[in-house]
């Protein structure tokens, strides 16, 4: 269905030669620039062009980062230099999003076109299973293809996620207001929306962080026009209940959310919930004095709790 062709390489493959008569510092400077260069890669696989980065050593068991709405590949930019000394760490543009592109129609947004694009990635990156981490759309779209693909994924950590809504007439709702906010997004002015975006209640903790300001500039970088696209046909009016696929999950699961996203929490631990035996029951972590986005506003709790979920795919054994 997919054809491609893969574009750069891991820096960690490279060596870089010393250079001679050049102070330090500029040593130094060189060696950085061109592993940000070699890290910026993309693979072409019709009708995508997917975007991302790598960090980490290619031999080192890989994990995939799939970023929330308005995001990017640098979505978890403060917890992958942590897990990079352990973990092959790849970050990728999802459709919508920072630098990939979608050369078809609209339907090539939708989740089930998206989640065997991104399957067609993991092959083209030769990577036959890894783990998947996810955030806000990101983790919806982490648990469908948990849920279709579970011999890819041998472990799923899921932050502020959901298995969408259960009823068709809550879809169809949230289909209206998905809709409503995707024609904002094509006629407004992009500052404009974020503001009101960021006003909901849901993102009162993320809005009151110091480094709010600069998160704010970062999701700047988007195309509103393709947000709109990705919010009209990956939204969570658009995507299908996952609920009643709980039950018979084999893939194992770590659920991470704000206490102060009391939605959320309320979601999660039906979730958990959910599971029947023999099944594995998911893990439910509620991260104090946070809100909807823990990954940034406490780096340090999020990334403790996936180096214990995932100690035993570690390439060391000193993770704590």
């Known amino acids: 269905r997919f054809k491609g062709m893969a574009f750069g390489q891991n820096p960690s493959d490279f060596t870089t030669a010393p250079l001679v008569n050049a102070a330090p510092l500029r040593i130094l400077q060189s060696i950085q620039d061109c592993c940000r260069t070699l890290m910026e890669q993309q693979i072409r696989l019709e009708p995508y062009i997917f975007n991302y980065d790598s960090q980490g050593k290619s031999t080192d068991f890989p994990i995939l980062f799939l970023h929330g709405f308005m995001g990017d590949r640098h979505e978890f930019s403060d917890v992958i230099p942590h897990l990079s000394s352990h973990f092959y760490c790849v970050a990728v543009d999802l459709p919508g999003h920072g630098n990939t592109q979608v050369t ?41 293809l948990a849920l279709h693909f579970p011999q890819r994924f041998v472990r799923v950590i899921l932050e502020s996620a959901s298995p969408g809504l259960e009823t068709q007439a809550e879809r169809d709702q949230r289909r209206q207001h998905d809709f409503s906010r995707a024609q904002a997004l094509e006629t407004q002015p992009f500052s404009q929306f974020l503001d009101h975006w960021y006003d909901q209640p849901l993102f009162q903790s993320i809005k009151a962080h110091p480094d709010f300001a600069k998160l704010r500039q970062r999701r700047l970088q988007n195309d509103p026009l393709e947000l709109a696209k990705s919010l009209r046909y990956l939204g969570t009016g658009m995507q299908p209940s996952l609920w009643p696929n709980l039950q018979t999950n084999p893939v194992p699961l770590l659920l991470i959310v704000g206490e102060r996203d009391q939605k959320f929490v309320a979601i999660n631990t039906a979730m958990r919930d959910r599971s029947q035996p023999p099944f594995p029951q998911p893990q439910l972590e509620i991260i104090p004095h946070c809100g909807h986005n823990v990954h940034w506003e406490d780096a340090n709790a999020f990334v403790h709790h996936v180096h214990t979920f995932l100690a035993d795919l570690s390439s060391k054994a000193d993770v704590s």
Do not use: K, P, W
């Open 104 to 144: 078809a129609g609209a339907n090539y947004y939708q989740m089930s076109s998206t989640a065997h694009g991104l399957i067609e990635f993991l092959d083209a990156l030769g990577i036959e299973q890894c783990v998947l981490v996810g955030y806000s759309m990101g983790g919806r779209l982490a648990l469908y």
